[in-house]
């Protein structure tokens, strides 16, 4: 049976993925490297801030190292930081849907955002306290479409269960069920062996299915534990 559920953060709770796109495409223009809107929707979006840096640099023919992406995310960041303070767009039922979820199971958020930026979001949303765990881009081993964060996700959230009741069954990588907006999420939750529903808020229905997702929705509110029981009974689960 479900037991858990995992929130990816960009494109689904905040609607900040043109944000990130324009920042990218800002930072990268000071280096002198364009980055095309097509480019990152079909190329880089998905990849944390690190992965999309590299990825982007190494397909123009620059070199790297990490204390030279270390400084681009550091100038993102900051540039981060002063448009939310002007204020940030909340795709609609984005509190409420965590809530629910939270009322019913144990949530986490896997993303490649950065904690600040993750932090800030939940707290203006007031649901910071509903998150069981946060894995971010400074935590994950590897970034999406590694399997990777999810699978830290699913660590953190034993640890989680383990610390706060009576000890029960083990939650295990067909017990989560993973909400993600981009392709390269549902590779990555499909990959640690969970189930992947598709939020068609950034990508189509298809695009989502053709990359594994099990089910797709077109925005939050459809997301409640009625819902989930109905789509992944138990013997669907197998």
Same mark, same amino acid.
């Given at each position: 049976m479900i037991? +858990? @559920?995992i929130f990816d953060f960009n494109g689904v709770l905040v609607d900040d993925e043109s944000v990130h796109f324009d920042l990218f495409r800002e930072v990268? *223009?000071?280096e002198g490297v364009t980055l095309t809107d097509r480019d990152y929707h079909e190329?880089?979006?998905g990849y944390d801030d690190a992965g999309c840096f590299e990825h982007v640099?190494?397909? +123009?023919g620059r070199t790297t190292d990490p204390a030279y992406i270390a400084g681009l995310i550091a100038r993102k960041g900051a540039r981060y930081a002063e448009v939310a303070e002007q204020g940030l767009r909340?795709?609609?039922?984005? +509190? *409420?849907t965590l809530k629910a979820m939270a009322d019913a199971f144990p949530v986490a958020i896997c993303s490649g955002a950065l904690r600040s930026e993750i932090v800030y979001v939940l707290n203006r949303l007031g649901v910071r306290d509903r998150v069981s765990a946060i894995i971010a881009a400074e935590d994950a081993h590897k970034c999406k479409p590694d399997p990777a964060g999810y699978l830290q996700s699913?660590? +953190?959230l034993r640890e989680h269960l383990a610390a706060s009741g009576p000890k029960g069954p083990v939650l295990e990588a067909r017990n989560c069920l993973v909400l993600e907006d981009s392709l390269a999420g549902i590779v990555s939750a499909k990959g640690a062996g969970m189930w992947a @529903?598709?939020?068609t808020q950034t990508y189509q229905a298809h695009q989502l299915r053709q990359s594994g997702a099990d089910a797709v929705i077109d925005g939050l509110a459809t997301l409640t534990p009625a819902w989930i029981k109905e789509t992944f009974p138990d013997d669907h689960l197998g």
């Open positions: 037991s +858990a @559920v990268l *223009e000071q190329r880089y979006l640099l190494h397909d +123009a909340f795709f609609p039922h984005a +509190a *409420e699913l660590d +953190a @529903v598709g939020i």
